[in-house]
C-alpha cells in the first residue's frame, strides 16, 4: 500500500475501518511505528536490583530488560547469535547470565557475549565481541523505561515532551514513597491494538459501559465518578501522547490535603493512625491511595491510567494482548498497599466491574468492523475545553471529546506515510 493510500485513510476527524482488519496494514504498523519510535517496556521497580530482569515486547519482538551489576539499564533482544533460540523464558527474576539450552552460548546481563563452549570449532578470528545479544537503545523516565530498535531517534524526554509532566503527577500516587509495581494480569481480547490505544482517552463510554461499577459504589464515590459531570477535558500533548482530565479536584495529589477524608478511605485513616503516622502524613497517603483524576496516553502502547499501568500488545490485526500492572507505594503501609489492591481488583481486575466489560466493547468493535470496510470510524466528538483549563496553543476539547483519539491517529498517519 503506497503512502498517498495510507494518508487518505486517516482525515483529521475520521479513519477508515480496514485500520482495524487489514493484515497488511498491520504488519507495516509494526515495521513503521513499533520499530522506529519509543515502546514503553518495563517499570524501574520490575528489575530494582542489579542482575534482575524482565521479559518484554517491542511489537512483535521479544525483549529481555535487565539492570546489569553496575546498575545499568540495558533491552536486549531475546534471541541467541548463534541459531536463534531464545535465552530467557522466565517472566522475571534474577540471572547473572543468560544460557542458550541449545548450545549453551551464554551472555552478561548487559547483552556481551561470555562463552562459547568448545570455541576452537571456530576459526581464530572469531570475536566475541561481535556476537553479543542485540542491544537496543533504552531510556527512563520517572520510573518508566522504553526502548527503541532506532538509535539515531530524539531523546526520550523530547518524545515525551508535555507528558512528562503530567508522568510526574501520576507518580505522586507513591504518597511520599517511590511507585513500585505490586504485581499485573494479562489477557487478550479478538481485536485491533487501536481499538484499546482510543479507549483509555474516551470518557464518552464510562457512564454507559460502567454503569455495574458505578451501581456498585457507595454514593459519595458514585459522585466522585461523575466524569462528564466535574468539568474535565481532553488535551493533545503532542507525538500522539494525550491526557483525558476526568476529576480535576485529583490531578494534584498533594494538594487539597485538608479536604475531608473519604468515607470509603475512612477505616484505612484510622488503621494508619493507629500505626502512628501523623495527620497530615495519614492524609497525604490516603489520597494518593485513592488514585489520579485522570489517564495519560503515551503512544503507541502504554497508559498511566488513573491508578494502574496498562500495556497493549499487538498481536496480529485482530488480537492484542492487555497487561494491567497495579502499582503501590514502596517501602508504604503495608494496608495503603493493600487498599490499592483491593481499588484495583473492584475495577481492573479479571472478575472487577470495569475490565470485563470493557473488554466486551472492544471485541464487539472488531466484530462489527467486519461489516462496512468503506466506512469511516468517526473521531468528530468533542466542544471546546473548559477555559484555563489545557495548556495555551494545546489542542484541547471537553473530557468526552474524541480529541486524545484524533492526536493518536494523526501521530499514526505521520508515521505511517515518513
Given at each position: 500500500?503506497?503512502?498517498a493510500d ?7 476527524d475520521r479513519a477508515?475501518?480496514p485500520?482495524?482488519?487489514d493484515a497488511d496494514i498491520?504488519?507495516?504498523e509494526?515495521?513503521?511505528i ?5 515502546v514503553w517496556?518495563?517499570h524501574?521497580s ?7 530482569f524482565?521479559t518484554?515486547?517491542?511489537g512483535l519482538?521479544?525483549?529481555?530488560v ?8 540495558h533491552t536486549l533482544l531475546?534471541r541467541?547469535r ?7 523464558e522466565k517472566?522475571q527474576?534474577?540471572a547473572?547470565v543468560?544460557?542458550?539450552p541449545?548450545?549453551g ?12 563452549p568448545h570455541?576452537a570449532g571456530y576459526p ?10 542485540v542491544s ?9 523505561i522504553f ?5 539515531d531517534?530524539?531523546p ?5 515532551g508535555?507528558?512528562?509532566?503530567w508522568i510526574d ?7 511520599g514513597?517511590?511507585v513500585?509495581?505490586l ?6 481480547f ?5 481499538i484499546?490505544l482510543e479507549n483509555t482517552?474516551?470518557?464518552y463510554?464510562?457512564?454507559?459501559v460502567?454503569?455495574?461499577?458505578l451501581?456498585?459504589?457507595?454514593a459519595?464515590s458514585e459522585n466522585?465518578f461523575?466524569?462528564?459531570g466535574?468539568?474535565g ?10 491526557v483525558?482530565?476526568?476529576i480535576?479536584d485529583l490531578i494534584?495529589l ?7 477524608i473519604?468515607?470509603r ?6 488503621e ?5 503516622y501523623p ?8 489520597r ?8 495519560l496516553?503515551?503512544?503507541p502502547n ?14 496480529k490485526v485482530d488480537e492484542t ?13 503495608a494496608?495503603a498497599?493493600?487498599?490499592r489492591l483491593?481499588?484495583h481488583?473492584h475495577f481492573q481486575?479479571?472478575?472487577g466491574f470495569?475490565t470485563p466489560?470493557?473488554?466486551e466493547g472492544?471485541?464487539?468493535v472488531?466484530?462489527?468492523?467486519r461489516?462496512g ?9 468533542g466542544?471546546d475545553?473548559?477555559?484555563g ?5 494545546h ?12 492526536a493518536?491517529y ?6 505511517m506515510?515518513?
Amino acid at each position: 500500500m503506497s503512502n498517498a493510500d495510507l494518508a487518505e485513510m486517516v482525515r483529521p476527524d475520521r479513519a477508515l475501518t480496514p485500520l482495524y482488519t487489514d493484515a497488511d496494514i498491520f504488519t507495516e504498523e509494526m515495521e513503521r511505528i513499533f520499530k522506529n519510535t519509543w515502546v514503553w517496556v518495563a517499570h524501574s521497580s520490575d528489575i530494582a536490583s542489579p542482575n534482575s530482569f524482565k521479559t518484554s515486547h517491542v511489537g512483535l519482538e521479544q525483549v529481555i530488560v535487565t539492570r546489569d551489576k553496575e546498575g545499568k539499564i540495558h533491552t536486549l533482544l531475546n534471541r541467541c547469535r548463534h541459531r536463534a533460540a531464545s535465552v530467557c523464558e522466565k517472566r522475571q527474576g534474577k540471572a547473572s547470565v543468560f544460557v542458550c539450552p541449545y548450545h549453551g552460548w551464554s551472555y552478561e546481563p548487559n547483552g556481551r557475549l561470555r562463552k562459547v563452549p568448545h570455541k576452537a570449532g571456530y576459526p581464530a578470528e572469531f570475536d566475541s565481541v561481535e556476537y553479543g545479544l542485540v542491544s537496543l537503545r533504552t531510556e527512563e523516565y520517572n520510573g518508566l523505561i522504553f526502548a527503541t530498535f532506532k538509535q539515531d531517534i530524539q531523546p526520550l524526554v523530547d518524545y515525551l515532551g508535555p507528558a512528562r509532566k503530567w508522568i510526574d503527577l501520576f507518580m505522586k500516587q507513591g504518597g511520599g514513597y517511590p511507585v513500585k509495581a505490586l504485581g499485573e494480569h494479562r489477557f487478550r481480547f479478538p481485536g485491533n491494538w487501536k481499538i484499546q490505544l482510543e479507549n483509555t482517552t474516551d470518557a464518552y463510554h464510562f457512564p454507559i459501559v460502567h454503569k455495574t461499577f458505578l451501581d456498585s459504589l457507595d454514593a459519595e464515590s458514585e459522585n466522585v465518578f461523575d466524569v462528564l459531570g466535574q468539568g474535565g477535558w481532553v488535551e493533545d500533548l503532542g507525538n500522539g501522547h494525550s491526557v483525558m482530565v476526568m476529576i480535576p479536584d485529583l490531578i494534584d495529589l498533594e494538594e487539597n490535603l485538608d479536604a475531608p477524608i473519604p468515607q470509603r478511605f475512612m477505616d484505612l485513616a484510622k488503621e494508619l493512625a493507629e500505626e502512628g503516622y501523623p495527620d497530615d502524613q495519614v492524609r497525604k497517603i490516603v489520597r494518593a491511595v485513592g488514585g489520579a483524576g485522570f489517564n495519560l496516553n503515551l503512544f503507541p502502547n502504554v497508559a498511566c491510567s488513573m491508578a494502574f499501568f496498562r500495556v497493549l500488545r499487538p498481536i496480529k490485526v485482530d488480537e492484542t494482548e492487555i497487561t494491567h500492572v497495579a502499582i503501590g507505594m514502596d517501602g508504604g503501609p503495608a494496608a495503603a498497599n493493600r487498599m490499592r489492591l483491593r481499588l484495583h481488583e473492584h475495577f481492573q481486575g479479571p472478575m472487577g466491574f470495569g475490565t470485563p466489560d470493557d473488554a466486551e466493547g472492544w471485541e464487539r468493535v472488531q466484530r462489527g468492523a467486519r461489516s462496512g470496510q468503506d466506512l469511516w470510524i468517526m473521531l468528530n466528538r468533542g466542544v471546546d475545553a473548559p477555559e484555563g483549563c489545557a495548556e495555551p496553543g494545546h489542542n484541547a476539547g471537553d473530557v468526552s471529546a474524541e480529541t486524545g483519539m484524533r492526536a493518536a491517529y494523526q501521530m499514526w498517519k505521520r508515521m505511517m506515510t515518513a
